[in-house]
């Protein structure tokens, strides 16, 4: 297909001059979200010369397309300036490394671990909720002291990863984040300690450093099989503590903060507790941890009925297509009885969420031991978010549990 322009006016695109890195759109998405489904099936956005899709069906072509909009660029607005983790490459060097740890992190691996994990999360609400009798109320942060844990403690022990400074990895991951998006100051403010964390957890990924029997150690063992090379292994390593903890939180924290706040939803999950798993998944849905990353078009591309021309940088707008009401009826109602399956929170295709059922797996055990202890949640306080180029992060989400 040839492009006669590069002028996406001409193409017909609409042009946004509206900014989804800004503060104010950190703290509250949605609006900017509406926007960019509005505006059309593809928009450009201005300031950064990025194209960007929201709406549902032209993100799922999109995600699917991964020879025409490729990962190797990188998936941050600027190009790839840092080693190639599995997220930063395309087939055919994608496929080894990827099968890897799709093995590993396979739903047949995580069962056998939900034993160790259920063990975590009792110990856990133990902590908080053992001196209280039936009926009693106590108050606790639902991201600080529930969310933050599993992912800092139970999934780097599953990875074989020492007990020492675990808080260091959301920072790490949340650097990791930020610099995909555009160089503002929440890059700037992570740069000083980034070479630091960096090398921090390339070392605590080198094979001796991991424990024999964690997903770590099994990456090597790859290597050593000859399926992934050794250079490679310590960095796919860490990417797993990159992409899958600070998500997990987030994730985690949003589906706390759905059931406080839809407390009639919470009494359906109590009274039938098979939906637990359709629970973190409509929050998933619902609040999409990871809100945007990019993509570079390597070839002109149709999509909705216009073309993005080749050698630019495409934003893939997860959290607005999980809302298109193209696709979701009420798409902005919290409802454990839709079936929220197909949506774009791990994204789509061949960069689909490795670490799904990890993330699966840690939800599952937390909400099993809520249903069993927890009568009513309720939010008692301000929710604070924490600002990240292309997470919905939280700082606070105060609460309230009312005990069986
Ligand atoms: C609720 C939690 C999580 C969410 C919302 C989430 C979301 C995502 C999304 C949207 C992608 C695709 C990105 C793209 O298309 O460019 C992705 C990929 C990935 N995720 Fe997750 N993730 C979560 C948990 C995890 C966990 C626990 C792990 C590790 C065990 C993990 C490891 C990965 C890896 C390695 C990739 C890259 C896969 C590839 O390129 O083939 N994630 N995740």
């Known amino acids: 297909m040839t492009v006669t322009s590069q002028c996406p006016v001409s193409q017909g695109i609409p042009v946004l001059d509206a900014d989804p890195f800004a503060a104010e759109c950190l703290e509250d998405p949605l609006p900017f979200q509406q926007q960019l489904r509005d ?5 450009y956005l201005s300031k950064y010369g990025v194209y960007a899709i929201g709406r549902f069906a032209e993100l799922s072509e999109a995600l699917s397309n991964w020879q025409g909009l490729i990962s190797g660029a990188g998936v941050g607005i600027r190009d790839l300036d840092a080693p190639k983790g599995l997220l930063q490459t395309d087939p055919p060097l994608h496929d080894a490394p990827r099968e890897v740890l799709q093995e590993i992190l396979s739903a047949r691996a995580l069962r056998a671990m939900k034993e160790t994990c259920m063990t975590r999360v009792t110990d856990l609400l133990h902590e908080h909720l053992s001196d209280a009798p039936k009926g009693a109320t106590v108050e606790i942060d639902g991201l600080t002291q529930i969310a933050h844990v599993l992912p800092v403690d139970f999934f780097p022990d599953a990875s074989g990863i020492d007990e020492s400074a675990r808080d260091k ?3 790490f991951a949340d650097h ?3 610099t995909a998006g555009p160089y503002n100051d929440l890059v700037k403010a992570g740069e000083c300690k980034a070479p630091e964390l960096a090398s921090w957890m390339a070392q605590k990924c080198q094979r001796d450093a991991l424990r024999p029997d964690g997903f770590g150690a099994d990456i090597w063992a790859a290597a050593d099989r000859g399926d992934i090379l050794h250079e490679n292994a310590a960095l796919l390593a860490s990417s797993l503590i990159a992409a899958g903890v600070d998500t997990t939180i987030y994730g985690i924290a949003g589906m706390l903060y759905a059931l406080a706040t839809n407390p009639e939803q919470w009494e359906l999950v109590k009274k039938n507790p098979s939906l637990a798993r359709v629970a973190f998944d409509e929050a998933l ?3 999409s941890p990871v809100q945007a990353m990019l ?3 390597s070839v002109d591309l149709q999509i909705g009925g216009v073309v993005i021309p080749a ?3 495409v934003l893939m707008c997860y959290p607005a297509a999980n809302r298109d009401p193209r696709r979701w009826e009420n798409p902005d109602n919290f409802d454990v009885t839709r079936d929220p399956s197909g949506h774009l929170a791990f994204g789509m295709g061949v960069h689909q969420c490795v670490g799904q059922h990890a993330a699966r797996l840690q939800a599952a055990c937390l909400l099993e031991q809520l249903i069993e202890r927890v009568d009513t949640i309720e939010l008692v306080g301000e929710v ?7 997470l919905r992060g939280w700082s606070s989400v105060p609460r309230r549990f009312t005990l069986k």
């Open 39 to 43: 505006a059309g099936p593809v928009a």
């Open 169 to 171: 990895f959301v920072d």
């Open 176 to 178: 990791n984040f930020n």
């Open 285 to 287: 849905r619902w609040s």
């Open 295 to 297: 993509r570079k078009s």
């Open 311 to 313: 050698g630019q940088k």
């Open 384 to 390: 604070k978010y924490h600002h990240n180029n292309v």
